[in-house]
């Protein structure tokens, strides 16, 4: 997960009141928000494990510990001992919660809420997922093309299951399969017009009674006339 943040940050003047270790502290602040969907919502306890974190002492290689420590003249203290917290919400970096902590000041003006980050995670998940698909099978269907085929009405399927010329076709299954058709390479440019549905049911190779084939000729040769010139 990335953050952002303004390339004027460092000179806003609220980061001035604090120098450069209340600049960590922040930056630090910012990057746990990012990182844990909070939008902009530190904990008293999340406060505190980040102030022992940027300010802990560290080890040089050759082995002496340094602190960090503000002075200034001959007094001074390490850093650790200041009231971090006081001094981020005093400089309007940091806000008081009634949820037992701080917000960031502005966190959600440049960062996106969990809501948007989630909603964007599995767009992506499912973006990926069909490109992995495609690439298994280059004919396969992509959503938003499915969406676009256009459906015969109600009535004329519901005529067409019922119809004894098409007895011994499972007319769903059919269906389903000219949708995949369509939305491939190969079905590009057509629509699932109900000429369109008649021919691919048309060209089923099924054992059938002469009667019944004059019957779907028929039928056929109707729906034609009534749909008019192609």
């Given at each position: 997960m990335w953050i952002k943040i303004d390339d004027q940050f460092p000179d806003h003047p609220k980061i001035r009141s604090v120098g450069a270790l209340g600049l960590a502290l922040q930056m630090a602040a910012i990057c746990y928000c990012g990182r844990y969907l909070t939008d902009g919502f530190l904990s008293y306890s999340a406060a505190d494990a980040l102030i022992r974190s940027v300010f802990a002492p560290f080890t040089k290689e050759d082995g002496s510990i340094w602190q960090a420590a503000i002075t200034s003249g001959h007094a001074g203290e390490d850093a650790?001992?200041?009231?971090?917290?006081?001094?981020?919400?005093?400089?309007?970096?940091?806000?008081?919660?009634?949820?037992?902590?701080?917000?960031?000041?502005?966190?959600?003006?440049?960062?996106?809420?969990?809501?948007?980050?989630?909603?964007?995670?599995?767009?992506?998940?499912?973006?990926?997922?069909?490109?992995?698909?495609?690439?298994?099978?280059?004919?396969?269907?992509?959503?938003?093309?499915?969406?676009?085929?256009?459906?015969?009405?109600?009535?004329?399927?519901?005529?067409?299951?019922?119809?004894?010329?098409?007895?011994?076709?499972?007319?769903?299954?059919?269906?389903?399969?000219?949708?995949?058709?369509?939305?491939?390479?190969?079905?590009?440019?057509?629509?699932?017009?109900?000429?369109?549905?008649?021919?691919?049911?048309?060209?089923?190779?099924?054992?059938l009674p002469a009667g019944q084939s004059q019957a779907r000729r028929l039928w056929d040769e109707a729906q034609r006339e009534k749909e008019g010139p192609a």
């Open positions: 650790d001992e200041c009231d971090w917290k006081r001094l981020m919400v005093e400089s309007g970096l940091w806000e008081n919660s009634r949820k037992g902590g701080y917000y960031i000041h502005d966190y959600l003006k440049y960062n996106p809420k969990k809501s948007e980050v989630l909603a964007q995670r599995d767009a992506d998940r499912k973006r990926k997922g069909f490109q992995l698909d495609s690439a298994r099978n280059p004919d396969a269907p992509s959503p938003s093309s499915m969406r676009s085929i256009s459906s015969p009405s109600p009535d004329f399927l519901e005529q067409l299951k019922n119809n004894p010329a098409y007895k011994g076709i499972n007319v769903d299954q059919e269906l389903h399969k000219m949708d995949v058709w369509l939305a491939s390479k190969a079905g590009r440019g057509r629509k699932k017009t109900e000429r369109f549905v008649l021919g691919w049911l048309n060209r089923i190779d099924t054992a």
